[in-house]
């Protein structure tokens, strides 16, 4: 199994930027929907946003209006770009394939840090 791979992350102020890619070998050709998660420490992990494998973006409510979703199939990545942020987008982010054809593994995360 490929896993995918996690960028991006960073210490940022309030109201600050932040771009996140995740490169998922194959996820293209295999028609891979492309999942964000985060998970802040003490927390359960939850889902952000997804890249449908047609490009349909969706968010969760805490991110709508404020992350963006967005792809490069010719590099099999996804990238989430997130503005306006506040502490409590303070957590390790993962992204996860989905599909039948599709690595079920999670990568190692990437770790945003948002500081008032």
């Known amino acids: 199994q490929v ?5 991006g992350g960073g210490s940022v102020q309030v ?12 996820a293209t050709s295999n028609g891979c929907d492309i999942r964000w998660y985060r998970q802040a420490a003490g927390k359960q992990r939850e889902w952000v946003s997804t890249m449908a494998s ?14 963006t979703v967005s792809k490069d ?35 190692q995360g990437t770790q945003v840090t948002v500081s008032s």
């Open 3 to 7: 896993l995918p791979v996690e960028s």
């Open 15 to 26: 109201g600050e930027s932040l771009r996140l890619a995740c490169t998922a070998p194959g």
């Open 54 to 67: 047609e490009g349909t973006p969706y968010y969760s409510g805490s991110v709508r209006g404020r992350f």
């Open 73 to 107: 199939e010719s590099k099999d990545t996804v990238y989430l770009q997130m503005n306006s942020l506040k502490p409590e987008d303070t957590a390790m982010y993962y992204c996860k394939q989905f599909g039948s054809r599709c690595s079920p593994d999670w990568g």
